[in-house]
Nanobody, 124 residues
């Protein structure tokens, strides 16, 4: 299983960025997919998750209304559209695949597969 996140970079406060996650070695449609982030000196935290076919999405309060998670199972891709970025959004962003129930999605230990991160830096 390989999850490869990309699309990070530098962005001015208020700007937008779209992260992508390419999945291989798994049947993507059988996994919930999620995005997490880890800022320097902090623990990895939940950002967003999406159900198998994309009919349900879940967000951390800190990004609700600004970020949108989506997926394309035909392309084995998952996306995170980030708008109105803030300096506090600065972190390494990771995509993950798992089969946890909804109530357990926000905990990193409930996700089975992880990709390498992509750095997002929100400038003042």
């Amino acid at each position: 299983v390989q999850l490869q996140a990309f699309g990070g970079g530098l962005v001015q406060a208020g700007g937008s960025l779209r992260l992508s996650c390419a999945a291989s070695g798994l049947t993507l449609s059988t996994y919930k997919m999620g995005w997490f982030r880890q800022a320097p000196g902090k623990e990895r935290e939940f950002v967003a998750a999406i159900s198998w076919r994309g009919e349900s999405t879940y967000y951390a309060d800190s990004v609700k209304g600004r970020f949108t998670i989506s997926r394309d199972n035909t392309k084995n891709m998952v996306y995170l559209q980030m708008n109105s970025l803030k300096p506090e959004d600065t972190a390494v962003y990771y995509c993950a695949a798992g089969r946890a129930i909804v109530s357990a999605l926000r905990e990193t230990r409930n996700w089975q597969h992880w990709g390498q991160g992509t750095l997002v830096t929100g400038l003042q």
